[in-house]
């Protein structure tokens, strides 16, 4: 069984990995007009290390959520070694990912501060929500015999709203360039 749980996070780690690998690999979109502030902006955010390293923690983030899920959708009583180690990675993921947001935003100007204060906004909103989420789940899978439809429909809504993260992301980053 603990052979199987390490195979599952080790399988979810190689995932993220290789998605993140995969952005990074890929060349950034060129803007029509690349002398925009807002294209210097975009290009300035996607390689700057502490987003890409939050990048890289939300990824991690979305598969140990995705895994968790999985593990527990349908699935008879939940094996509590392995919700608590997923729980535990996720917690770890989102706070480093604030961590390197925060350090991101203290390296831009003030002009580029007030341009994205409305994403900046979004992204706390966000945040918040998330972090109650992962509090929610932390409490859930802290019982001896945790319950599974709790557990993955809490897993579920991490995975969501991480999702719906990316996609705003996306959409403002696309905007900008």
Do not use: W
């Not at 993140?20 to 975009?42: C, E, F, K, L, R």
């Not at 094996?79 to 203290?106: G, I, L, P, T, W």
């Not at 945040?127 to 579920?156: F, G, I, Y």
């Amino acid at each position: 069984m603990r052979k199987n749980m390490i195979s599952v996070i080790a399988m979810a780690l190689c995932l993220s990995t290789l998605v993140v690998a995969a952005h990074a690999g890929s060349p950034p979109a060129q803007a029509a007009n690349p002398t925009t502030d807002a294209a210097h902006d975009s290009k300035m955010m996607a390689t700057d290390p502490n987003n890409v390293l939050a990048m890289a923690y939300h990824q991690s983030l979305v598969a140990f959520a995705a895994a968790l899920h999985g593990q527990t959708v349908g699935a008879g009583p939940v094996n509590v070694e392995f919700a608590r180690d997923a729980v535990h990675e996720m917690r770890r993921n989102f706070d480093q990912m604030k961590s390197c947001n925060e350090k991101y935003m203290a390296t831009i100007s003030d002009e580029v501060r007030t341009n994205t204060a409305p994403m900046m906004q979004e992204l706390e909103t966000h945040r918040a929500d998330l972090n109650a989420q992962l509090t929610e789940l932390e409490t859930a899978v802290k019982v001896d015999v945790p319950d599974a439809t709790k557990v993955s429909t809490l897993a579920a809504g991490v995975y969501s709203r991480l999702e719906t993260m990316s996609k705003a992301h996306q959409k403002q980053m696309s905007a900008k360039s």
